[in-house]
């Protein structure tokens, strides 16, 4: 059997580099998207090509039916899942904090601490009766908590 991981934000950047990385190790990769359907395929294209199943799955992490929907085709397509990394994230347009509306930290809080919250409890429902060892989820956090700018978001 052959272990599966789910990547959000796999599009591009970092979520790419790991989705092909995994394949590389053998691992089957869900390939999460929210906009960039071709830069989606693209990354599924590369997991192909190191022999291993690719599923892209668009979906908004912020949006808790999304999410739900997302792990069902995860479990219809690969039968488990071994590792969820949410990596999903916005940092947004930059902005000094008087210029910065309570609809724009409501979205950054959706998808990046919501987001990341609905995802680990979809794959914890996944991953507890897979096995003894169960699954691992990795949290990717943004350079920004360590080293903030000005005119960025908290």
């Not at 796999?10 to 998207?33: E, K, M, T």
């Amino acid at each position: 059997m052959h272990r599966s991981l789910l990547i959000t934000g796999a599009s591009r950047g970092i979520g790419a580099a790991a989705a092909v990385l995994a394949a590389q190790r053998g691992w089957d990769v869900a390939i999460n998207y929210t906009r960039d359907a071709a830069a989606a395929e693209s990354v599924a294209a590369r997991v192909c090509a190191c022999g291993r199943r690719a599923l892209v799955i668009q979906a908004d992490v912020s949006d808790e039916a999304a999410v739900l929907a997302m792990f069902a085709a995860v479990d219809r397509e690969f039968g488990r899942l071994d590792g969820l990394v949410n990596n999903a994230g916005v940092v947004d347009q930059p902005a000094r904090v008087d210029e910065m509306s309570l609809q724009r930290l409501t979205r950054m809080f959706a998808i990046n601490l919501t987001g990341s919250f609905l995802c680990a409890q979809g794959a914890f429902r996944l991953m507890k009766g897979q096995s003894p060892q169960g699954g691992r989820i990795i949290n990717n956090g943004s350079i920004s908590a360590h080293a903030p700018r000005p005119n960025s978001a908290p």
